[in-house]
């Protein structure tokens, strides 16, 4: 079986599409957990947003703007998961057209990474920094891959 170097750039997109999704989904059902709209037991959540209180807790910020940011975030998460997304299926529309959507896409992933690691930085939150840090790398080395690596030509990768 042979896989083109283009079905390994969607793939890359695939991945990042879902996991946005994935993200956005666990914090959606944290704020519906921590509202009471969903019970205690609740599993698929992330916890986010009691870690944000905590943290932003050093500046003694009002629950009610620890929730303001709290959404800020995702519908920041929504945004650049609908981008990656839409990267992802107009893919065979052209490399023009698919290298415009995934620029945007990851300017908008990206950009919700810096702001995390500035976060990070003003709130003192040292132990979630490297991982926002793998997190923007990892989005940059994709982008390096899409934008490097050859769609045509010799560059199937063969499996046996």
Aim: charged share 10%; net charge neutral.
């Amino acid at each position: 079986m042979r896989f083109s170097l283009v079905t390994l750039k969607r793939g890359l997109l695939f991945f990042w599409a879902a996991w946005l999704t994935i993200v956005l989904l666990t914090n959606v059902f944290d704020l519906l957990k921590q509202s009471g709209v969903l019970g205690a037991g609740w599993r698929f959540a992330s916890g986010n947003y009691g870690f944000m209180a905590a943290t932003t807790a050093i500046y003694a910020l009002p629950p009610a703007l620890v929730t303001l940011l709290f959404i800020g975030v995702i519908l920041w998460e929504a945004l650049a998961a609908w981008l990656m997304w839409l990267a992802f299926l107009r893919a065979r529309d052209g490399q023009s057209a698919l290298l415009a959507r995934v620029n945007t896409a990851f300017v908008v992933s990206l950009a919700l990474w810096a702001a995390f690691m500035l976060a990070d930085e003003i709130l003192m939150a040292y132990d979630v920094e490297a991982t926002h840090m793998r997190i923007f790398a990892a989005q940059l080395v994709t982008l390096l891959v899409i934008y490097l690596l050859p769609d045509t030509g010799s560059e199937a990768i063969s499996h046996k």
